[in-house]
């Protein structure tokens, strides 16, 4: 028997030690739940880009401009009023008057230049550094007013400072970045009480909060790894938000009584980059012309997505705020594609091309690439749909190495730079296509702040695009949330979560 | 008994070193991390000034010793995914979650495949013999995330018996200790039953039986004390396994421990990550390893180490 009790007694001391450290929730009212891959990667402001991160935090920080509503345009929160621009290299931000952290500190000037000087130190190793490498300095002017000075003219600061979240510099002094990530102090809507590692983040109200106090006043986000599993605790009726939906999936959700599928065309549009920093083929704008034509995008939609994306017919999107309005999708006409890639010079039959596609990035993106290559196979050319681990993916775009083509989503995707000028110039990491003459028409309207001439150069580069057929052009993709019926809350075409937004359903 | 100890834990060492060093070469294969923690719109520039920051310009050797150098001072450096944070504590922050899941699992495992066994050998080619191992050899056979998620939709989404996912009370606990005991039971049930048989073949079961003694008395008093000798190196093996987190288990209940997110830091290329854990799992089943020896000695005083 001494090895039964061995084994029992080592068992057991293993179990006590676990179990010690397990912490037993109270069967109060059930908190809002939003069910996520993953936990953040930190709870410090302005330190990290990263989609499920960000969501999280801003429910902590508030941040000091948004976007709001559908097309989403940018409004101020924990500024007061739009960003001032009284010479071409100064910046002003006026701070709205009252607004406290949870811990009664008031947000000022202050926190708000204490956060671009972190973020701007090489030390704290902030992914947010290179976009704001042009500031010159930053002074806090008066308590609520805050002057920033660029080296060069930058207007893309306008949009740097949607989302910008503002750490209290007080506190982060006094305690340290590691301590202020385990237990951050914010001026969102909700201040923070717990985070249990890999396993969740509570949120409660936040009483000194600056706008109208949150209806929901406990949340969660939980972490859940694998999809299926999100998705049960949805079905469940464990979670309240349940993002990325996938489409075969929403009758099951909307069959199961407790919860629907909430879809919204997003800002994220998806496309294929046709390579054109290697000789070859894709080189000729008329072969690029025809890829276009040859793609039947509108039955691609219909059929593999059953309507749930929305096709973009040049490199912006519908709500983007820079679109260019009067283009029109290419139209499927596989004829006039074989005509172009002969007079190109090329046979069609003889073309053989190498598609690099990530699986599970994006909606049916893997999928979207084969129907793509069936669709250039209608015409004779030979498509390889090669299928990488998201990192390596990443890896081959940066270091040029993929296939002639590449499909790529990219967003929120929301006002023309952050889209044409990184991936239409070569010198981008992300970028697969660049001419010398577009070059030096997009670095031409990088540094003018005047709104009106911006609109009209980023108009007529969108045309030079149309017709160079750097993509083929794709679609938006729609996110598609799983919410449960209980809760009032509408997704935002930016993939912002913010909860102050959320309601329950009176019954 | 002193000596063998000491060269039990030389050997620790050893083991411990050689596997950092494999994985600390390995981890190049991977790939770039840099670009992966760095915004899309970051230029190829500015990708290269992180990658001299965090020291991965420079030759492999200088990281390697600066590596073995923090290593020795328990300093595996910082996440490189959740900046800020020390990858050491990231990973022990999550060893409670997969020791208590490890426990009640193998406890689970163990109170059914020993009796399994043990029956299973007494009544040899019946019917319970044919029903108790078929089953814990079907447990075996059916993949685990394929259980997990039946189990989930059954018990959670159709009955709502229990929570789907994540850890908080003891109902967290059954379906992932089920899904990872069905896994274990088999190969402790076949493993016990074999034993089992062994000894009941022997003469000293015969003369105990001869004696007069119960039937139950022979069964787990004089044949399961001596049949359970080589379970106890099974077992350290199986807890060594499981402690190194069972990472299909934990994904699919979310349950937050060691083995989901080395395997997360690893699709990450999150290097500090992965290294502090290799360097744990080494450290546990060299340490597992020489528990069950002393185990022995402790168990059959006949066995003693020169």
Not at chain 2, 26 to 43: E, H, N, R, S, Y
Request: glycine share 6%; proline share 6%; charged share 20%.
């Amino acid at each position: 028997m001494r090895t039964i009790s061995a084994v029992l007694a080592l068992a057991l001391l293993l179990g006590v030690l676990g179990m010690a450290s397990t912490t037993v929730t109270n069967a109060q009212e059930r908190p809002f739940v939003v069910a996520l891959g993953a936990e953040p990667r930190s709870l410090l402001p302005m330190l990290i880009v990263d989609w499920t991160t960000n969501v999280q935090q801003m429910n902590i920080y508030d941040r000091l401009y948004y976007w709001d509503g559908d097309p989403p345009r940018i409004k101020p929160s924990l500024a007061a009023e739009p960003v001032q621009t009284p010479d071409e290299l100064t910046w002003i931000i006026k701070l709205r008057a009252g607004v406290k952290f949870s811990n009664g500190d008031s947000l000022t000037s202050d926190d708000v230049k204490s956060t671009i000087e972190w973020l701007l130190d090489p030390r704290n190793q902030s992914a947010y550094r290179p976009r704001f490498a042009f500031v010159e300095s930053v002074d806090a002017v008066d308590p609520l007013t805050v002057r920033i000075r660029t080296k060069e003219p930058a207007p893309v600061l306008r949009y740097y400072l949607v989302d910008f979240t503002v750490h209290n510099s007080k506190y982060i002094r006094q305690v340290g970045n590691e301590a202020a990530n385990r237990a951050p102090i914010g001026a969102g809507p909700y201040k923070f009480v717990r985070w249990d590692r890999d396993e969740r983040l509570v949120l409660e109200a936040s009483p000194t909060y600056w706008n109208k106090p949150p209806v929901v006043k406990r949340v969660e986000f939980r972490f859940i790894p694998d999809f299926s599993a999100r998705l049960a605790s949805l079905l469940a009726g464990e979670s309240d938000i349940v993002k990325d939906v996938p489409p075969v999936s929403v009758d099951q959700v909307n069959r199961s009584g407790g919860a629907e599928v909430r879809g919204i065309p997003s800002s994220r549009i998806n496309y294929v980059a046709l390579v054109n920093f290697k000789s070859g083929p894709l080189q000729d704008r008329r072969v690029r012309q025809a890829l276009n034509y040859a793609v039947n995008v509108d039955e691609i939609v219909a059929n593999l997505y059953k309507g749930r994306a929305t096709r973009i017919p040049g490199a912006l999107s519908a709500i983007n705020e820079d679109v260019n309005a009067n283009l029109k999708p290419y139209p499927y006409n596989p004829d006039r594609a074989v005509q172009l890639i002969k007079e190109a010079g090329f046979d069609p039959s003889k073309l053989e091309f190498t598609i690099d596609s990530p699986s599970g990035r994006y909606p049916l993106d893997k999928e979207a690439a084969e129907a793509i290559a069936s669709y250039l196979g209608r015409i004779g050319i030979k498509v390889r749909v090669q299928v990488n681990e998201w990192g390596t993916h990443l890896d081959k775009i940066i270091n040029r190495r993929t296939g002639e083509m590449f499909y790529l989503g990219w967003g929120p995707a929301l006002e023309a730079q952050g889209t044409i000028a990184e991936l239409f110039r070569p010198d981008r990491a992300y970028s697969g296509f660049g001419t010398s003459n577009l070059t030096l028409e997009i670095n031409k309207i990088l540094p003018v702040v005047d709104r009106t001439k911006r609109k009209a150069a980023w108009n007529r580069i969108q045309v030079m695009l149309y017709t160079e057929a750097p993509w083929i052009f794709l679609w938006q993709q729609h996110d598609l949330y799983g919410v449960n019926k209980r809760v009032d809350w509408k997704p935002h075409p930016a993939e912002k979560i913010f909860l102050h937004d959320a309601t329950w359903v009176k019954r | 008994m002193a000596q063998f100890v000491a060269r039990r834990l030389l050997e620790a060492v050893v083991v411990v070193f050689l596997a950092l060093t494999a994985v600390f070469c390995l981890q190049f294969l991977a790939g770039d991390p840099v670009k992966l923690f760095l915004p899309t719109d970051t230029t190829p520039k500015q990708i290269e000034e992180y990658r001299t920051r965090l020291g991965f310009n420079d030759p492999l050797v200088v990281q390697y010793v600066r590596f073995m150098r923090g290593a020795l001072r328990g300093d595996f450096g910082n996440s490189l995914r959740q900046q800020q944070e020390p990858a050491l504590r990231l990973v022990l922050d999550r060893f409670p979650a997969t020791l208590s899941l490890s426990a009640v699992a193998m406890l689970l495992a163990l109170g059914t495949a020993i009796p399994i066994g043990v029956i299973s050998a007494a009544r040899r080619n019946s019917w319970f013999d044919h029903l108790g191992i078929g089953t814990t050899v079907l447990g075996q056979a059916i993949p685990g995330f394929w259980l997990g998620l039946m189990l989930i939709y059954v018990f959670a989404v159709w009955l709502r018996w229990l929570p789907t996912s994540g850890r908080g009370t003891w109902l967290h606990y059954i379906m992932p200790a089920v899904t990872l005991a069905a896994f274990v039971s088999a190969r402790f049930a076949r493993f016990t039953r074999s034993m089992m048989l062994d000894v009941l073949g022997q003469d000293y079961i015969r003369t105990a039986r001869a004696k007069g003694l119960a039937p139950p008395r022979v069964l787990y008093k004089h044949a399961l004390k001596n049949a359970s000798l080589p379970i106890v190196t099974l077992l350290a093996l199986q807890l060594g396994q499981l402690l190194g987190g069972a990472v299909i288990t934990e994904t699919i209940f979310a349950w937050p421990g060691v083995g989901r997110f080395l395997v997360q830091a690893l699709l990450n290329r999150d290097f500090p990550v992965v290294l502090v854990g290799v360097f744990l799992t080494a450290v546990m089943y060299s340490g597992l390893n020489l528990a069950a020896d002393l185990a022995y000695a402790w168990l059959n005083p006949r066995i003693r180490y020169a």
